[in-house]
């Protein structure tokens, strides 16, 4: 997996990019090498709100594009939502790939057979 983890209106730091590197690893196991994962972390500032953390990211897998994007009042929150949400889409991706291919495999019963007797015939 590919990580590139950038900042929009915000420095991000070493400690929240190691964070974020720490989380986000636990995609590794369910993507390929070659995936690539952008982060963006930025710091929203709307009066009748006051400052949000948000964190998004986009998750390239071949021809399909995940997509996910939390917002907290702490980055470190903001970025375990994140996570949390992005592995559930790649769960659903590959649990509708694998039962996709289970549906191809299965064989086709056929319905020719002699049908079942339902009493003397007159």
Same mark, same amino acid.
């Given at each position: 997996?590919?990580?590139?983890?950038?900042?929009?209106?915000?420095?991000? $730091?070493?400690?929240? #990019?190691?964070? /974020? *590197?720490?989380?986000? +690893?636990?995609?590794? @196991?369910? !993507? %390929?090498?070659?995936?690539?994962?952008?982060?963006?972390?930025?710091?929203?500032?709307?009066? $009748?709100?006051?400052? #949000?953390?948000? /964190? *998004?990211?986009?998750? +390239?897998?071949?021809? @399909?594009? !995940? %997509?996910?994007?939390?917002?907290?009042?702490?980055?470190?929150?903001?970025?375990?939502?994140?996570?949390?949400?992005?592995?559930?889409?790649?769960?659903?991706?590959?649990?509708?790939?694998?039962?996709?291919?289970?549906?191809?495999?299965?064989?086709?019963?056929?319905?020719?057979?002699?049908?079942?007797?339902?009493?003397?015939?007159?």
């Amino acid at each position: 997996m590919q990580l590139q983890i950038k900042g929009r209106n915000l420095q991000v $730091s070493d400690a929240i #990019r190691s964070y /974020a *590197e720490r989380k986000l +690893r636990k995609l590794d @196991r369910r !993507l %390929r090498d070659s995936t690539r994962v952008e982060v963006e972390l930025a710091v929203e500032r709307n009066p $009748s709100i006051g400052e #949000r953390q948000v /964190a *998004e990211a986009t998750v +390239r897998l071949g021809r @399909r594009t !995940l %997509r996910a994007r939390e917002a907290s009042r702490d980055m470190k929150a903001a970025i375990d939502e994140l996570t949390d949400k992005l592995i559930r889409q790649v769960k659903d991706v590959r649990d509708k790939r694998i039962s996709g291919r289970k549906h191809a495999a299965e064989p086709v019963l056929e319905s020719a057979a002699e049908p079942p007797a339902t009493g003397p015939e007159r």
